[in-house]
């Protein structure tokens, strides 16, 4: 029968302390080796920037994996202390993790292809930080690029988290000037000439303005006859990012020199026509 009585309570004591204390110290140093090693990556890449060795993008984006692959490899370093202080082999269990991973291999599969996705993401430098990019059925801008998952903040503010796998294609809107395009209609009864002057003068003026307009804006002429309009076209080159500003400029200013010129924009129309009445009364309905 077991008899607690035969235990060395103070040699377990002491031993149970020394192993507390190691744990405690373990993770002190866990912490203030991380805080370390983010600090010099983080101020490694403000040097970068500084020097303009390197776009902020592609800076914020070598930062957030460096600090990844820091973390990954102190957890690591964590683990094989604790297992060292409870006298655990690692290099036993390491070699258990290999023939064990053979069975779980297929199942790992999906973790491969994220990783070699993301670093060919990485290295062709297909996606930064900051960049507005569509992928998939997705589009906003990338908060981080890592070697499983890339984050994306959509427009209406939710973070997207998208498995590298799935990245098949990648459109990136931050790569040169943007184009911005505006169609305007007006009435088919309007002179089309008259029209198109008014819109180019807007153009100028419109340019004059704005410093983010790289070249035009300049009306193309008719693109489209509709339904009830004949659509003019206007495109122009912007900044990165500014093509939206500049064409909401563009239809506020349009639609006010259209008012003062005498222009119509048409708009859906609706006849009703009154039994008892001679002539029929036009009703207009936005």
Known sequence: MFDFLDINWEALLLNTGIIILKLIGIFIAFFIVKKIGNKVIDRTFTKLQDKQNITLGRAHTLQRLMENI?????????????????????????????????AVGFGAQGLVSDVVTGFFLLLEKQIDVNDYVTIGAIDGVVEAVGLRTTQIRGFDGTLHYIPNRDITSVSNHSRGNMRALVDIGIAYGEDIDKAITVMQEVCERVADENPVIVEGPNVIGVQALGVSDVVLRVIAKTVNGEHWGVERQLRKAIK???????????FPHQVTIHKNDESPQRMGQA
């Open 70 to 102: 820091l973390s990954y490899a102190l957890i690591f370093m964590l683990v094989a202390s604790i297992f060292g202080i409870f006298n655990i082999p690692v290099a036993s269990l390491i070699a258990g993790a290999g023939i064990v991973g053979l």
């Open 256 to 266: 006010e020199a259209f008012d003062k010129n005498g222009i119509e924009i048409p």
